[in-house]
């Protein structure tokens, strides 16, 4: 199996950008699909962004279109999510999660994900 370990996490400014990495070990990571969720302090959690096997297709939640975008980088077994334009609300612990799916599926439901990470903290101050 996959192990996840995330990173980037910090606090920043309201507008600022960050680039969280998500690097694992274990196995390849190029016959996983990836997705990114968060969740802020007393709601849900919720998908971010996915991505597929090859990096050819990806989906973003809505309330982060144009301004994340997920990314990965089969060489170094690591996949991005660079987060522009940061708002308050993007406050949250911030998961990524593998899952061996048929190359082409982009997942967004978390119970489609079976190895997670433990989270990173990215805190947004207005």
């Known amino acids: 199996q996959v192990q996840l370990v995330e990173s980037g996490g910090r606090l920043v400014q309201a507008g600022g950008s960050l680039r969280l990495s998500c690097a694992a070990s274990g196995r390849t990571f190029s016959n996983y699909a990836v997705g990114w969720f968060r969740q802020a302090s007393g709601k849900e959690r919720e998908f971010v962004a996915g991505?597929?096997?090859?990096?050819?297709?990806?989906s973003l939640a809505d309330s982060v279109k144009g301004r994340f975008t997920i990314s990965r980088d089969g060489a170094e077994n690591t996949v991005y999510l660079q987060m522009n334009s940061l708002k308050s609300d993007d406050t949250a612990v911030y998961y990524c999660?593998?899952?061996?799916?048929?190359?082409?599926?982009?997942?967004?439901?978390?119970?489609?994900?079976?190895?997670w990470g433990q989270g990173t903290q990215v805190t947004v101050s207005s």
């Open positions: 999660a593998a899952a061996v799916t048929s190359p082409s599926y982009v997942l967004r439901s978390p119970n489609s994900y079976a190895f």
């Open positions: 991505i597929n096997w090859s990096g050819a297709s990806s």
